[in-house]
């Protein structure tokens, strides 16, 4: 994992994600959610944050018969 300092200087670890205060963090999510696992434990150790996912109100509509909609139309190479 990488941060950035205030300089804009790139550095490996969380060391420059700060302590208190909101952080927004912007992953990359083409790995289906798979990496979730190893963001979530490394920030909650490291930094004592709990992250947070958020989602396109799509993906919790559900269909009149009570089934969620075909989101494979989506997908695209």
Do not use: C, W
């Amino acid at each position: 994992m990488l941060s950035t300092t205030e300089d804009g200087k790139v550095v490996k670890g969380l060391a420059r994600v700060p302590l208190e205060g909101p952080v927004l963090y912007i992953g990359y999510h083409m790995l289906l959610g798979l990496e979730v696992i190893s963001l979530v434990s490394e920030f909650l150790t490291q930094r004592n944050i709990l992250l947070r996912g958020i989602a396109h109100p799509l993906l919790f509509e559900r269909l009149r018969e009570g089934r969620l909609p075909d989101v494979s139309t989506f997908d695209s190479i």
